[in-house]
């Protein structure tokens, strides 16, 4: 299974803490993808990096892509109690399957 | 607003009685999946199409069809649930793919 694995499966940390979580697959990709899902509910689109990019930022998101390492982090800046969720990186394959494979998790908790 | 519609959202069915869940989405993109993810678990992809042409994946089982009869909506029917079917069972959708899919809300199902 070309699966991504996710670190930690677990994260709880203080309202206003930095979040980084790590994600690791196993092949060649075209872009990186990570979602975000509040319990009980579909996925949300964060960001997407492409295999040629290292950094990209979206408001309180950093995520970075290490092509060699086959590695990506997704680091969340200034958390808030709505960041509590969980969240997948997803990989599409640069053999042209039309399809993403998704990590893991990581369950994030926010403490007020 | 443009959206990926589910319905039911939740759906309780008996071992082995037939159920079909639906899709609609207002995006008009080419590309609809079919997503089942289990309690603590990555979505799984069970199957997509990219416009009318439907790609099953190898492990999904034959208990599980699909339909796409136009670009707008998109059913799963379960044949004869079991137990090990229930699930959250997700649908999004992607303008090209393997780029950012949008996902509806779910439908949970329960088997009884």
């Known amino acids: 299974s070309q699966q991504g694995e996710e670190d930690p499966q677990a994260l709880s940390i203080q309202e206003g803490e930095n979040a980084t979580m790590n994600c690791s697959y196993k092949?060649?990709?075209?872009?990186l993808q990570w979602y975000r899902q509040n319990s009980g509910r579909g996925l949300v689109h964060l960001i997407l990096i492409r295999s040629n990019e290292r950094e990209k930022h979206s408001g309180r998101l950093r995520v970075t892509l290490d092509t060699s390492k086959k590695s990506s982090s997704l680091l969340i800046t200034a958390s808030r109690a709505a960041d509590t969720a969980s969240y997948f990186c997803a990989t599409e394959s640069n053999f042209g399957n039309e399809k993403l494979t998704f990590g893991t998790g990581t369950r994030l908790t926010i403490i007020p | 607003d443009a959206m990926v519609i589910q319905n039911p959202r939740y759906q309780v069915t008996q071992f082995g009685k037939p159920v079909t869940l639906s899709c609609s989405q207002t995006l008009n993109h080419n590309v609809m999946y079919w997503y089942q993810q289990k309690s603590s678990q990555a979505p799984k992809l069970l199957f997509h199409?990219?416009?009318?042409?439907?790609?099953n994946e190898a492990d999904t089982p034959d208990n599980f069809q699909s339909r796409r009869p136009n670009t707008s909506f998109c059913f799963l029917d379960i044949r004869s649930p079991g137990l090990g079917d229930a699930a959250m069972y997700l649908c999004?959708?992607?303008?090209?793919?393997?780029?950012?899919?949008?996902f509806g809300p779910g439908t949970r199902l329960t088997v009884l």
């Open positions: 199409y990219y416009d009318k042409d439907f790609n």
């Open positions: 092949t060649s990709i075209n872009n």
């Open positions: 999004a959708t992607s303008s090209y793919a393997g780029e950012e899919q949008f």
